[in-house]
T-cell receptor, first 116, second 110 residues
């Protein structure tokens, strides 16, 4: 299957700092990637759709100025959590599809963010 | 968007038992996937099954698109099958966005 990586796997930061998370498709190109958030013992919630070469599309209730998304190339999307606060602590997961956006999606291993 | 409901929310089995997990969706889907989330959080793709039946070892899945449900069968369960199982679907106009169910927590005892 297709491989998606994320970096870092875990990050601890102080309140008020910004954190960047990278999502890479290792063996395929992806014009569209997706960012999800998962709280403990809960399901995954889609945050935004990352589009290569254009602006991201955010789900209702997700602050686009808080969660900056940049899809700079066909293999890399980044999520920057700006001015992080403890309530931003969560598990962030990205996904991508090697085919069209309606095909099977593959997920990265996730990034656990803890804001002190 | 579509709604996805999974049942049961929790399932406890003895090793060797069989089980069936169910996923109901509120509208037609053109993508339906089953995942196993391991203890480290990684989602492992089990099946991509918008319709029909597939089998992979001790696991099999069936999606009846016209009746808006999918089933995941686990036979001869092992302790390593423990974890959270998610189904996720995409509606026809969702441009690739998957909606996840709440998951089934499976615990297999030796």
């Amino acid at each position: 299957g297709a491989v998606v990586s994320q970096h870092p796997s875990r990050v601890i930061c102080k309140s008020g700092t910004s954190v960047k998370i990278e999502c890479r498709s290792l063996d395929f190109q992806a014009t569209t990637m997706f960012w999800y958030r998962q709280f403990p013992k809960q399901s995954l919630m889609l945050m935004a759709t990352s589009n290569e070469g254009s602006k991201a599309t955010y789900e209702q209730g997700v602050e686009k100025d808080k969660f900056l998304i940049n899809h700079a190339s066909l293999t890399l999307s980044t999520l920057t959590v700006t001015s992080a606060h403890p309530e931003d602590s969560s598990f962030y997961i990205c996904s991508a599809s090697p085919g069209s956006s309606i095909d099977e999606q593959f997920f990265g291993p996730g990034t656990r963010l803890t804001v002190l | 968007g579509i709604q996805v409901e999974q049942s049961p929310p929790d399932l406890i089995l003895q090793e060797g038992a069989n089980s069936t997990l169910r996923c109901n969706f509120s509208d037609s889907v053109n993508n339906l996937q089953w995942f196993h989330q391991n203890p480290w959080g990684q989602l492992i793709n089990l099946f991509y099954i918008p319709s029909g039946t597939k089998q992979n070892g001790r696991l099999s899945a069936t999606t009846v698109a016209t009746e808006r449900y999918s089933l995941l069968y686990i036979s001869s369960s092992q302790t390593t099958d423990s974890g959270v199982y998610f189904c996720a679907g995409r509606g026809g106009t969702s441009y690739g966005k998957l909606t996840f169910g709440q998951g089934t927590i499976l615990t297999v005892h030796p």
